[in-house]
């Protein structure tokens, strides 16, 4: 109930090309959010979601939280070269009261110019 | 505003040492968290502070680590004495009220035991 399976670990992506991953897990929240990590810097909220079938935009990024509760996109368009980093969906628990948040295990996103 | 700061960046230590990591988080955030990501793994919740306090503790992984907020400002996370499993990349984070899963990161302490 714990873990999230996030996919796929890393692209290897040319730039202008789009890109999708996404994150499922075994029991139902109220909480998706997706961080990005750039090199020696901490994750970095991107898009956070709160409602089953929710879908966000934040620029060339957008996330959909899934209708079922149990997973989550990210499609990040037009890929350009500071899109490279690590990115990590997260939850957070089945009620929406703060606290902790479970990440996944992240993908490596590198972008060829 | 300023971010969520934390000291040092990176500290190199022999096992069996005692290392002391720090972190200010944004001024006014009562909630506190430290996570620790292992080389490749997933970032994991290690506790959580709201204020002074220690909500949630669970995800400390032995007595070795020692977690403080004293005065509900910055927070100090001990590892004492250090093994090389302690290895990893500790982030703290701050969030600002309840019912908040919107936190902010810091830029981590890379935390090498040899």
């Known amino acids: 109930g714990q873990q999230l399976n996030q996919s796929p670990q890393s692209m290897f992506i040319q730039e202008g090309e789009d890109v999708s991953m996404n994150c499922t897990s075994s029991?139902?929240?109220?909480?998706w959010l997706w961080y990005k990590q750039d090199p020696g810097e901490g994750p970095v909220l991107l898009i956070a979601l709160y409602k089953a079938g929710e879908l966000t935009s934040n620029g060339r990024l957008t996330a959909q939280f899934g209708i079922t509760r149990k997973d989550s996109f990210l499609n990040i368009s037009a890929s350009i070269p500071s899109d490279v980093g690590i990115y990590f969906c997260a939850r957070g628990g089945i009620y929406n009261q703060g606290g902790k948040l479970i990440f996944g295990q992240g993908t490596e996103l590198s972008v060829k110019p | 505003e300023a971010g969520v700061t934390q000291f040092p960046s990176h500290s190199v230590i022999e096992k069996g040492q005692t290392v002391t990591l720090r972190c200010d988080p944004i001024s006014g955030h009562d909630n506190l968290y430290w996570y620790r990501r292992v080389m490749g793994k997933e970032i994991k919740f290690l506790l959580h502070f709201v204020k002074e306090s220690k909500q949630d503790e669970s995800g400390m992984p032995n007595n070795r680590f020692l977690a403080e907020r004293t005065g509900g400002t910055y927070s100090t996370l001990k590892v004492q004495p250090a093994e090389l499993e302690d290895s990893g990349v500790y982030f703290c984070a701050s969030s600002q009220g309840q019912g908040t899963y919107e936190q902010y990161f810091g830029p981590g302490t890379r935390l090498t035991v040899t």
């Open positions: 029991s139902i929240f109220n909480t």
